[in-house]
């Protein structure tokens, strides 16, 4: 498949905006002027960019508490977004939800979760409702390699094969569960091989590519907004900054870790457009800059949003408030 | 409370609850049914669903795995996308299996979301104890349920109330759990024909007295209207019916036993952080100065449930122990 220049530049813009607000995150971490639990999509960016290209903004999405890639990807607008992350009031979720339970309906970001695999399940239903009510949407659910060990990847992916849902499954297979490689922890070579136990299609693609992962995106989102059912696929990619920003990678092999670096898919991103007479050095800058504003403006709006009042507290637990 | 005079018919539980169900689904399309063994011609493990799937269709009235996460996943990303999902999960004791859908993401996504999204979902399970089916599905969890913020959670003992509370739930926008205790399944009793909605949170007094309030839920409610009755003339007991644990209905208590200075709470699950620990906890902060006896609870032992019937007998709260609680407190 070959990716035509806008929908390439689409996803560079993506990419760009999500590693501006990583970048900006991880400076205000090392500044001391931010602290939270971070866990950074950094290496990672290419795969919801590639996916999001391929969907409508009413699509659904589910992600993991690695989900500032996904999100950003998927529309959530910066200043709220950075807003949640920062637990204040004009945040998404008006601070209550913060960086690991990010939502934001209006783009279709429906649950942000931070229990591994806890998400799988959930876009069945969202798929459900939208087979029982015919609007077309499709749902994708984003994951990582650890959630493929846990009951409810395996029920979610049998039940989604029998209900012949509209979903696809986006394992963001990075290597590590947490703090252990992936061979420690399974058997099978890959992933994808484990779809053919429920009967539903699985890929293997290199989600590092753009090309490659948009490709295997394009063909999921189309088999399932024809009503062909669900699809598995496992993006190989690479974490850079370990399980949370700070982390000090000890079971990391460091030979593999510098390969990995070395391959980083923003620079191959970068050399793929211009090499192929895309976008020229100029195109790129002006993309860049202007992700790195908006990021710098989400980042002021964040700041300046006042903690959510106490009273917020009692809102939104149940319809109505109890106390 | 039931509506003042409209049409009854005679139901079983059972039979009111297929009727809700029914309504429901042909009252709002964004209603389905979902579970193991649900469809005809089984139409459930205990026919609670009979009829439905072929009535309604079997999109809508749609069979699963005998998988508990994927089937409560299911419901809670359906109701989030605009749907009103009723879950089965078969048996109290398998809401274990699913815990981290219901009690991490359908109890926590209003909140979490700031109010973006909600799930409004209804889960049945069945409830039993006392039938010999041993220590994993005989057990009584809904202090569980309770202590998580975010569930409503529902205890039906008649017929009536189990239609009137279940239309209530399947209308509630936040996810509840209706618990539908098995030996109360075959009783029959006066139903409301049509619309019948019982709110949650409104406790029923089953019975008036002035001696001593009985505060209970589901299958005890009979055990209690039945030693009320054998100290009639003796002690004058009321019987208090919270029907709904969450919420539920303080007012009623505080009414209740600011008039009977006494209250003793009775219900099968195991005494160690029950409802009645809660609800006890709840009336000496309240009634301080007003009791005139410390709030007995009448529960079953500290014990898994056993399989035995003369084991399993002892560790359930007998009537017995519901006389001997209420003699004490009346002393």
């Not at chain 1, 590639?50 to 989900?67: F, H, I, K, M, P």
């Not at chain 2, 999204?117 to 209804?122: E, I, S």
Request: proline content about 6%; overall charge negative.
């Amino acid at each position: 498949m070959t990716v035509d220049t806008a929908t390439l530049l689409r996803m560079y813009r993506t990419v760009s905006r999500i590693h501006a607000c990583d970048e900006r995150l991880r400076g205000l971490l090392n500044q001391g002027k931010i602290f939270i639990f971070y866990y950074s999509p950094r290496g990672q960016e290419i795969i919801p960019a590639a996916v999001s290209a391929c969907l409508e903004s009413d699509d659904y999405v589910v992600t993991t508490y690695r989900g500032l890639h996904d999100e950003i990807a998927k529309g959530t607008p910066l200043r709220p977004l950075m807003a949640e992350i920062l637990g204040r009031s004009d945040g998404t979720c008006r601070g209550k939800g913060g960086p690991m339970h990010i939502s934001d309906p209006g783009s279709g970001v429906m649950v942000t979760t931070g229990i591994v695999g806890g998400g799988i399940p959930i876009a069945n239903g969202l798929g459900l409702a939208s087979s029982l009510q015919g609007d077309g949407r499709v749902t994708v659910a984003y994951f990582g390699d650890g959630a493929a060990n846990i009951g409810g990847f395996h029920e979610a992916l049998n039940l989604a094969a029998v209900w012949n849902l509209p979903v696809v499954f986006v394992c963001q297979n990075n290597r590590y569960g947490e703090f252990t490689p992936l061979h420690e922890t399974q058997r099978v070579e890959q992933l994808s091989a484990r779809a053919a136990g429920y009967g539903l299609p699985g890929v293997t693609v290199d989600g590092n590519d753009p090309v490659a992962m948009y490709s295997a995106a394009a063909e999921a989102v189309a088999r399932a907004r024809a009503g062909e059912g669900p699809t598995f696929i496992e993006a190989m990619t690479y974490r850079f900054m370990g399980h949370f920003y700070g982390d000090q990678m000890p079971y990391m092999d460091q030979a593999e870790y510098q390969a990995a670096l070395a391959a980083d898919p923003l620079p191959r991103f970068r050399a793929l457009l211009i090499e192929g007479g895309h976008a020229s050095e100029e195109d790129l800058a002006s993309i860049e800059k202007e992700a790195g504003a908006e990021a710098d403006d989400a980042v002021e709006f964040a700041f300046a949003s006042p903690p959510p009042d106490p009273s917020e507290l009692f809102a939104d637990v149940y319809a109505e408030v109890r106390q | 409370m039931t509506t003042a005079t409209v049409d009854t018919v005679e139901l079983t539980m059972g039979a009111a609850i297929n009727a809700a169900l029914d309504e429901a689904l042909a009252a709002d399309p964004a209603v389905f049914l979902l579970g193991e063994d649900i469809m005809d011609p089984a139409g459930g493990v205990m026919q609670v669903t009979k009829g439905l799937s072929t009535k309604h269709g079997r999109d809508r009235v749609r069979e699963t795995p005998i998988s508990e996460q994927a089937i409560i996943g299911a419901a809670i990303g359906a109701a989030m996308a605009g749907l009103r999902p009723v879950p089965e999960i078969m048996i109290m004791d398998f809401l274990a299996v699913c815990a981290d859908q219901l009690v991490n993401h359908a109890a926590k996504l209003r909140f979490m979301s700031g109010g973006r999204t909600n799930v409004p979902l209804t889960i049945r399970c069945l409830h039993t104890g006392g039938f010999q089916m041993g220590a994993q599905h005989s057990q009584t969890l809904e202090a569980w349920l309770c202590h998580v913020p975010g569930i409503n959670v529902v205890f039906p003992s008649t017929p009536a109330d189990a239609k009137g509370l279940l239309t209530a739930c399947i209308r509630n926008d936040d996810p509840c759990v209706f618990v539908e205790p098995a030996a109360l399944y075959g009783a029959a009793g006066p139903v409301p024909v049509g619309e019948h909605v019982v709110p949650l949170g409104q406790a029923d007094v089953k019975r008036a007295g002035s001696d001593v309030t009985l505060i209970t839920y589901g299958r005890q409610v009979h055990d209690c209207l039945g030693v009320a009755a054998a100290l009639e003339g003796e002690i004058d007991v009321e019987v208090l019916d919270l029907r709904s644990l969450v919420p539920w209905d303080a007012a009623a208590m505080i009414t209740s036993v600011s008039k009977t200075r006494r209250a003793v709470v009775v219900h099968q699950a195991v005494r160690r952080c029950g409802v009645g620990a809660e609800i006890a906890a709840f009336l000496s902060e309240e009634l301080w100065g007003t009791l005139a006896a410390p709030v007995l609870r009448v529960a079953a032992k500290e014990t898994p449930v056993p399989y035995a019937k003369e084991l399993e007998d002892f560790h359930l709260p007998s009537a017995a122990d519901i006389t001997e609680a209420v003699r004490t407190v009346t002393k």
